[in-house]
T-cell receptor
Framework: AQSVSQHNHHVILSEAASLELGCNYS??????LFWYVQYPGQHLQLLLK??????LVKGIKGFEAEFIKSKFSFNLRKPSVQWSDTAEYFC???????????FGTGTRLKVLA | EAQVTQNPRYLITVTGKKLTVTCSQN?????MSWYRQDPGLGLRQIYY???????DKGDVPEGYKVSRKEKRNFPLILESPSPNQTSLYFC????????????FGPGTRLLVL
């Protein structure tokens, strides 16, 4: 069965530290990839997405992610986190040509001021 | 303002008492979906709808029903709720599937006693 793995469940960083959150999926076909974020008390919202073209995609608030097809990975990065990045981050995969979405289990990030 | 609304936001009920969680979007989106979020399991897709009168099962459809009689509304029905349906439920919509961004509602927290 298809699945999405987020290996880091809880991450604690100090402000200005660099961030990398891992996301791996198991599916051999074409996929569309997403990172969503849920700030405390707010709706889930899109950070960035990849569906074709340049495998390095940039999103809002200085986030970026790189799609590495050979590794089935779509890791999220930010060079310098801020206290306001404290949130839960979800990686999601849409199996291209289908209406199904598979989400990872989420990573709770806490940034210490 | 473009948004997805859900009602109620919080609900406590007892086993077997039928309930409906409403979801409405004002963006004229064709695609709508229901998810449940449980600790350690992330978001799992319950049902989705590709357009009016067209719905299909996600990964965890057991115990749930949906209907899509109008484009803007996609209610989730629990005909005989059980304690294992205690969860946080999210509705989402997008203009299409695939690479399109999903817009999420605020969530409905359900407790079944």
């Amino acid at each position: 069965a298809q699945s999405v793995s987020q290996h880091n469940h809880h991450v604690i960083l100090s402000e200005a530290a660099s961030l990398e959150l891992g996301c791996n999926y198991s599916y051999g076909g074409t996929v569309n990839l997403f990172w969503y974020v849920q700030y405390p008390g707010q709706h889930l919202q899109l950070l960035l997405k990849y569906f074709s073209g340049d495998p390095l995609v940039k999103g809002i608030k200085g986030f970026e992610a790189e799609f590495i097809k050979s590794k089935f990975s779509f890791n999220l990065r930010k060079p310098s986190v801020q206290w306001s990045d404290t949130a839960e981050y979800f990686c999601a995969v849409n199996l291209s040509g289908t209406y199904k979405y598979i989400f990872g289990t989420g990573t709770r990030l806490k940034v210490l001021a | 303002e473009a948004q997805v609304t859900q009602n109620p936001r919080y609900l406590i009920t007892v086993t077997g008492k039928k309930l409906t969680v409403t979801c409405s979007q004002n963006m004229n989106h064709e695609y709508m979906s229901w998810y449940r979020q449980d600790p350690g399991l992330g978001l799992r897709q319950i049902y989705y709808s590709m357009n009016v009168e067209v719905t299909d099962k996600g990964d965890v459809p057991e115990g749930y029903k949906v209907s899509r009689k109008e484009k803007r509304n996609f209610p989730l029905i629990l005909e005989s709720p059980s304690p294992n349906q205690t969860s946080l439920y999210f509705c989402a919509s997008s203009s299409a599937t695939g690479s399109e961004t999903q817009y999420f509602g605020p969530g409905t927290r359900l407790l079944v006693l």
